[in-house]
């Protein structure tokens, strides 16, 4: 695999960037309150090294990202507005174009949408990298007509991710979370390839319950996966993995009232939790790791009645001597929740895109970034 072009090598083909206009592709999808506010504005700070590069080059830069989940039309609640306040109070002078997503040729990747882009372009950076699982205009369409590169946050994440896969230190574990195994069973097949053991939370656990004949009562779960959970779990043995499941469950009888249970559950109960001795088994787990990466939570954790299994699990990933990586989305929300964020080595800005990369190996963003040379013109020069 050729290597991805760096900021360096960016300054190396257009020479000096004084004067020079920038195209950075930038993650500001910012969660927004109901005031219309920037409730947390992570992503946005971590463009900063990137842009800050830039711009002490004398580069003008022109920053461009999407917000929500607009229809391909302008829509007010999706503005950029409060976005390019904040920027211009943490870089000054930054230009941030509108919403990418008011238009329909940025996720149909038109032609003519991509060229709109890099009108005027002298060179093109993708700092994206919550985004570059997606094959859209402004990913996949500036590296095949300006020169381009990576910057400083999709470096870091490339680097952190693909080493939990290619160098693992062992033991390596692997915390998964959240509702549906049919969402990550890629990712849990290509981990089996190179984790120790895997820890399963989450409503996916029971989806692995019915696969090993336990009544489930009214929980969440994907009858049509029970089959694919039997064969994991079978997969796992043959490899001499673990896959730990939960021992005990936190959640409500049939009646509404809260209650455990082991990991049998009674008609009409329903699981939202991984119970107290699970939380604790899993710390164990995590503690006695080298290299730990989390994704997905372990309950209902935005209802506190079944916030502590995420809870525990997350003081675990802050405790453990492990190399430890969250990937992202509900689990990194979950950490800043619980005032852990800075706890851990390395928190993913990018969900679905680290359990991508964790899974192929690659992105369409970076598969664009490596072509970049030839698209200009310039490889082996």
Not at 234 to 246: Q, V, W, Y
């Amino acid at each position: 695999m050729s290597e991805i072009p760096t900021l360096e090598d960016l300054e190396t083909q257009l020479g000096d960037l004084a004067g020079k206009r920038i195209l950075v592709r930038t993650d500001f999808n910012v969660p927004l309150g109901d005031d219309g506010q920037i409730a947390d504005d992570f992503r946005i700070r971590s463009a900063l090294p990137t842009i800050e590069w830039l711009t002490e080059r004398g580069a003008t830069v022109v920053t461009a990202s999407h917000l929500g989940r607009p229809k391909g039309a302008p829509d007010p609640k999706f503005s950029m507005d409060p976005v390019r306040s904040r920027l211009a109070e943490l870089a000054p002078g930054v230009e941030l174009l509108e919403n990418l997503r008011f238009d329909p040729g940025e996720t149909g990747n038109d032609p003519a949408f991509v060229a709109q882009l890099v009108e005027g372009i002298d060179g093109y950076v993708n700092d994206a990298f919550g985004a570059s699982h997606r094959a859209h205009a402004s990913i996949v369409g500036p590296p095949q007509f300006v020169p381009s590169a990576m910057g400083r946050l999709l470096q870091k994440e490339v680097e952190v991710l693909l080493g939990l896969r290619n160098k693992p230190r062992h033991p390596f574990v692997a915390v998964l979370g959240g509702a549906k195994i049919s969402d990550k069973l890629g990712v849990v097949e290509a981990l089996l390839e190179v984790v120790d053991s895997l820890v399963i939370g989450g409503a996916m656990c029971f989806t692995f319950f019915a696969a090993q004949g336990k009544p489930i009562g009214d929980s969440l779960f994907e009858p049509d996966q029970v089959d694919t959970c039997k064969r994991l779990l079978a997969e796992a043995t043959a490899k001499g993995k673990t896959i730990h499941l939960p021992e005990d469950i936190t959640g409500t009888t049939a009646d509404g009232e809260y209650a455990t249970f082991g990991t049998r559950l009674p008609d009409g109960a329903k699981g939202f939790d991984i119970g107290p001795g699970s939380a604790a088994a899993f710390t164990d787990v995590i503690m006695d790791a080298r290299m730990v990466f989390w994704n997905g939570p372990m309950g209902m954790f935005e209802d506190e009645r079944f916030a502590s299994g995420t809870r525990t699990v997350a003081q675990a990933m802050a405790d453990t001597k492990a190399f430890t990586v969250v990937g992202g989305g509900d689990s990194a929300a979950a950490l800043a929740q619980f005032k852990l964020d800075d706890e851990v080595d390395h928190v993913s800005t990018g969900g679905g895109a680290s359990l991508e990369l964790l899974e192929n190996g690659d992105l369409p963003g970076l598969e664009a970034l490596r072509n970049t040379d030839e698209h200009n013109g310039t490889k082996g020069s």
